[in-house]
């Protein structure tokens, strides 16, 4: 859900009630903030996973590289042969070039998205962590709703509504 369209319905929301009852005393809505980005960074299974993937992306750069050097070096041979070839066999070689290419690229397409799904992975646990964490303590503080303020979609909080938890978070993640 859009934070900054929940933020404002939740500030219109406030604004109608406080306006409407003006002379009943209401007890006042608040809020928690915490930097999910922070978060994350912090817990010591994070380093872990980074370590992780940056290990399985070397092993995919290696062998990209060796495909690459593969490629080149054919490439290469095709150069300098090419004018003692027969059009058929310069044809056939012109062919296994493309082929070889065409997969190479394949092969880069299909790293990144096997990158990309190993991140989402390694990090579920993480983020599941970090959610039973948020609805514990926004239970706990009575907090009408928890926002992340990374990509500043919040960019001022008032602190008599508002109350950053980040660093609350990050020492619940350590337990």
């Known amino acids: 859900m859009n934070y900054r369209k929940l933020f404002l319905a939740v500030v219109f929301f406030a604004a109608t009630q406080f306006a409407a009852a003006q002379d009943v005393q209401r007890p006042v809505l608040h809020f928690g903030t915490f930097s999910y980005a ?13 370590n992780d993937l940056a290990e399985l992306r070397k092993k995919y750069d290696a062998e990209a590289k060796r495909s690459e050097d593969d490629f080149n070096q054919k490439y ?4 300098e042969g090419q004018r003692d070839f027969a059009p058929s066999i ?14 190479n690229i394949e092969f880069r397409k299909e790293t990144d998205r096997l990158l990309r799904q190993a991140e989402t992975d390694a990090l579920a646990p993480l983020k599941n962590k970090v ?17 992340n303020t990374d990509d500043c979609d919040l960019p001022f909080v008032n602190p008599d509504f508002g109350i950053d938890l980040t660093d ?8």
């Open 38 to 50: 922070k978060v994350l960074e912090a817990m010591p299974e994070y380093a872990t996973v980074k």
């Open 76 to 79: 290469e041979l095709f150069l």
């Open 90 to 103: 310069m044809k056939k070689r012109r062919s296994e070039l493309e082929d070889m290419l065409q997969r």
């Open 131 to 147: 959610a039973t964490i948020l609805a514990r303590v926004g239970q706990e503080r009575d907090l009408l709703f928890i926002a």
């Open 168 to 175: 609350v978070i990050i020492a619940e993640t350590k337990k």
